[in-house]
């Protein structure tokens, strides 16, 4: 029910900036609630980088604060993550990740294919 296409990764030096791009295709907007970046490291866990509520309320994990913003266009179902002050560390594969009510009492999540960010030193 719900596509979402990443985009905005690539190979950067350390202390550049990036900007990644996710937009949801789907069949109703209203139903769209948070959406979010999740980053993948070779290993099992899957951790927060940010998400942000339809009001623009913001949560982002401990390692990226101060140095990533999220943001996001309701108008185009399109989520935003500034990257600056990139470190080796983000490295990562970078997932978009989108919370969509499919039923009144059920919310799904939806995930991105990601999207390699690589932050040399």
């Known amino acids: 029910q719900v596509h979402l296409v990443e985009s905005g990764g690539g190979l950067v030096q350390a202390g550049g900036s990036l900007r990644l791009s996710c937009t949801a295709s789907?069949?109703?907007?209203?139903?769209?609630?948070?959406m979010g970046w999740y980053r993948q490291s070779p290993g099992p866990q899957r951790e927060l980088v940010a998400s942000?509520?339809?009001?623009?309320?913001?949560n982002y994990g401990d390692s990226v604060k101060g140095r990533f913003t999220v943001s996001r266009d309701n108008a185009k179902n399109t989520v935003f993550l500034q990257m600056t002050s990139l470190k080796p560390e983000d490295t990562a594969i970078y997932y978009c990740?989108?919370?969509?009510?499919?039923?009144?009492?059920?919310?799904?999540?939806?995930w991105g294919q990601g999207t390699q960010v690589t932050v040399s030193s």
């Open positions: 990740m989108a919370n969509y009510r499919i039923r009144s009492d059920v919310v799904s999540e939806f």
């Open positions: 789907l069949s109703d907007s209203s139903r769209l609630n948070v």
């Open positions: 942000i509520t339809t009001g623009g309320a913001t």
